[in-house]
C-alpha cells in the first residue's frame, strides 16, 4: 500500500520569506500523481499544485514550487514571498494512475508571522 | 464559476437522530467523493460513486449511507450518529477516478449533541 510521510507536523515562516515543506512518499508504481492542498482554518481545501510522475520537469505555480525527486521519492513544496494569507494546514497527497484513491499525508500546519 | 457546494455549513444533530448532508457540483464531473475529517487530521474517504455505481471502503461503518440521484447532486446519509461521528465532512469531485484532480466542497461541520 501507498503512504506519505509529512514530518513536519507544523513550520513557520516569517512573512516575505521562503519556506520548503517536506513529503516523502512509498510505492511501487511507476505512473502515479503528488498533489500539494491547502486548507486554511475552517475553509475550504484547495489544490495548490499538481506534478505527474512521467514529467521531470518541476511544476511551478506562482510563488509555489515543487522539488521532485521521483528516485527518491520526495515531493518538497516551497513557497517564496510568504503571505499571511499562505497559513494553512498544508497536505501531500498521493494518487496513484492505476486506482482512484488519493492517500494524504498527516499535514503540515505553517504558520506566517508578520 | 465551476465549482463544489456543500449545504449545510454547520449542521447540529442530536445522538441517534438521523442527518442527511448534501453536496452538488456544476463540474458535470462523474465521481463524487464523500470523506471524513476530525480535527487535525487528514481527510478518510468513506466512498465514491462513479455514475450510478456506489463503492464503499472497506472500513466504512454501516451507519453511512449515500445517494446520488443525479449527476450534479449527492448526498451523505448518517443513520443513527454517535458523538464519534462529530467531524468535518467533505465533498470532492473529479472527472475520471484515474489520473484525475479531486476537487474540494467547503465542508460541512457537524455537532453530535
Known amino acids: 500500500a501507498q503512504t506519505v510521510t509529512q514530518s513536519q507536523p507544523e513550520m513557520s515562516v516569517q512573512e516575505a520569506e521562503t519556506v520548503t515543506l517536506s513529503c516523502t512518499y512509498d510505492?511501487?508504481?511507476?505512473?502515479?500523481?503528488l498533489f500539494w492542498y491547502k486548507q486554511p482554518p475552517s475553509r475550504q481545501m484547495i489544490l495548490v499544485i499538481r506534478q505527474e510522475a512521467y514529467k521531470q520537469q518541476n511544476a511551478t505555480e506562482n510563488r509555489f514550487s515543487v522539488n521532485f525527486q521521483k528516485a527518491a521519492k520526495s515531493f518538497s513544496l516551497k513557497i517564496s514571498d510568504s503571505q499571511l494569507g499562505d497559513a494553512a494546514m498544508y497536505f501531500c497527497a498521493y494518487h496513484g494512475g492505476s486506482n482512484y484513491k488519493l492517500t494524504f499525508g498527516k499535514g503540515t500546519l505553517l504558520t506566517v508571522n508578520p | 464559476d465551476a465549482m463544489v457546494i456543500q449545504n449545510p455549513r454547520y449542521q447540529v444533530t442530536q445522538f441517534g437522530k438521523p442527518v442527511t448532508l448534501s453536496c452538488s457540483q456544476t463540474l458535470n464531473h462523474n465521481v463524487m467523493y464523500w470523506y471524513q475529517q476530525k480535527s487535525s487530521q487528514a481527510p478518510k474517504l468513506l466512498f465514491h460513486y462513479y455514475d450510478k455505481d456506489f463503492n464503499n471502503e472497506a472500513d466504512t461503518p454501516d451507519n453511512f449511507q449515500s445517494r446520488r440521484p443525479n449527476t450534479s447532486f449527492c448526498f451523505l446519509d448518517i443513520r443513527s450518529p454517535g458523538l464519534g461521528d462529530a467531524a468535518m465532512y467533505l465533498c470532492a469531485t473529479s472527472r475520471g477516478t484515474r489520473r484525475e484532480t479531486q476537487y474540494f466542497g467547503p465542508g460541512t461541520r457537524l455537532l453530535v449533541l
Open positions: 510505492t511501487s508504481e511507476s505512473d502515479y500523481y
